[in-house]
């Protein structure tokens, strides 16, 4: 057992040095956890969905933006450039986990539109839409992870993981 109090052979206190330690990496989450709390999240990711045919394939642009403890995400997919359509998720910032900097968003309110010209789902948004309907219609509230692995306040960047999903996303900061 290691006794904190005692001095290692340089003449120094193990105990202020852990402590030190600790007190930085607490500062540090909890900058991330007030730069995304005050300020809200504004977050803009592209994307690419790949399908079993190449006819299945989207560009995917997904907006996060909380106000308050409102968020809204939009998901926009086209493809080839031309817009398809988008879905577009309302709810609440539930929870912060600062420990792994996951958010927990609760969804309530779906809308799906499609471009004009558009009559069916594309693939990839139809497994969202539908898991949105099935958990909404049973129990008014999903329940959405926003985990953001990687973010750099000073380079404009987050790297973000959804789940349910799993899909991440390399986002700018608004």
Not at 47 to 67: I, K, R
Not at 132 to 150: E, F, M, R, W
């Amino acid at each position: 057992m290691v006794d904190f109090t005692q001095r290692n052979k340089n003449g120094l206190q193990v105990w202020p040095i852990l402590f030190c330690l600790l007190t930085v990496v607490i500062l540090i989450f909890g900058v991330h956890y007030y730069h995304l709390s005050e300020d809200g999240i504004d977050l803009v990711c592209k994307g690419h969905s790949y399908g079993q045919d190449a006819s299945d394939d989207l560009e995917l642009l997904l907006t996060v933006e909380t106000n308050a403890k409102q968020v809204i995400l939009n998901y926009q997919f086209s493809r080839e450039e031309n817009p398809l359509g988008q879905i577009t998720f309302r709810g609440v910032l539930d929870t912060l986990d600062v420990a792994s900097m996951t958010y927990r968003l609760l969804i309530d309110e779906g809308e799906l539109q499609l471009s004009f010209a558009q009559k069916t789902i594309p693939p990839h948004m139809s497994s969202i839409i539908d898991w949105a309907k099935q958990t909404l219609t049973y129990s008014k509230t999903a329940s959405l992870h926003l985990h953001i692995i990687d973010m750099d306040s000073a380079k404009g960047y987050a790297v973000i993981q959804f789940n349910p999903g799993d899909g991440i996303w390399i986002c700018d900061l608004d």
